[in-house]
């Protein structure tokens, strides 16, 4: 009985030793299993942080290569503007120079114009004057009707070739002391024409405007005028704004024919005696204004014109007022 019990002891402890031994076994394979997945892990950061600073060093990279360009373009842009502070230079030197160019080509261009104007009227110093008169008049008039600065300089230097077409007029009509004959008034008409044919066909606006006037200055309203017999605004605006002016100088200057009537009496032969001649609103701006056409008148007579300059025979627009 006691050797058998002996023996049951000896195999128990061998059982508890065998599963203390497979425990611990299980326990390594565990731990040996940690190890190895520390260790995959472990490789794997490495190469995330090699990739990481790899990566690192081309973005380093490409920042030193950017400033690099960066400085280059900032180089050039300095280079640039350089070049062009030096073309802005030059093409100010030349737009000056074509400035200048352009102001002596049209000092020169309206010293012509006024040349063409007077040879029709050289015969006659006052009507040489009247030239001087009707360009001034009609800027003013254009101004004062609330036209713009373009077209009261076009008609200052168009407006004195108004009458170009009288050079085709014999001096026995053209400075007769008394009342023409009616054949004498046929030929004297064609004036209109004639400076008509003479100033058509330019390029030039000044000489189109000319034209444009010189046709169409005696036309009425009312349409009993000449050469066609226009009326109303079938009238060029610049024709009506010279037929007014020409008539008032006209009435206030000294013809062969007849003595000067005064601003007043002049004024009331036009709105009482002649009204429907001249368009209505243009008219009455003129006689608003009428003092300041006086003015003109007065400085102009104060001119010698056989010295007179371009600058005070074509006065600034703005010098119209003054």
Not at 15 to 38: F, G, H, P, S, T
């Amino acid at each position: 009985m006691v050797e058998r019990s002996g023996s049951q002891d000896e195999s128990s402890l061998v059982k508890d030793l065998r599963r203390d031994l497979e425990c611990a076994n299980l326990q390594l394979r565990r731990y040996a299993e940690d190890i190895v997945q520390l260790y995959r892990s472990e490789r794997k950061n490495r190469v995330n942080l090699e990739e990481s600073q790899a990566q690192m060093t081309r973005y380093a990279e490409d920042l030193v290569r950017m400033y690099q360009i960066d400085s280059q373009k900032k180089n050039e842009i300095q280079d640039t503007n350089v070049q062009l502070r030096l073309y802005a230079r030059d093409l100010s030197s030349i737009i000056s120079n074509l400035r200048l160019a352009n102001q002596n080509l049209k000092k020169a261009y309206q010293d012509t114009v006024l040349r063409l104007a007077m040879a029709a009227e050289f015969r006659d110093l006052d009507t040489g004057d009247h030239i001087v008169r009707i360009g001034r008049y009609c800027a003013l008039l254009a101004e004062k009707a609330g036209l713009d600065k373009v077209f009261a300089e076009l008609i200052l230097y168009a407006s004195p070739m108004h009458d170009l077409g009288k050079i085709g007029i014999p001096d026995s009509i053209l400075l007769k002391n008394g009342a023409l004959t009616q054949s004498e008034k046929v030929i004297m008409r064609a004036h209109p024409t004639i400076g008509a044919r003479i100033l058509g066909g330019s390029d030039s606006e000044i000489l189109q405007m000319a034209h444009e006037i010189a046709l169409t200055h005696h036309e009425q309203w009312d349409g009993n005028g000449y050469p066609y017999g226009l009326a109303g605004k079938d009238i060029p605006i610049a024709g009506r704004i010279a037929a007014i002016v020409d008539v008032f100088d006209a009435l206030t200057s000294r013809r062969p024919y007849k003595e000067p009537f005064s601003v007043d009496e002049s004024v009331r032969i036009m709105t009482t005696e002649m009204p429907t001649h001249f368009d209505p609103d243009l008219l009455q701006t003129f006689v608003a204004h009428v003092n300041e056409f006086v003015l003109i008148r007065e400085a102009v007579e104060a001119e010698q014109i056989e010295n007179v300059s371009r600058d005070s025979l074509f006065g600034k627009i703005a010098d119209l007022k003054e």
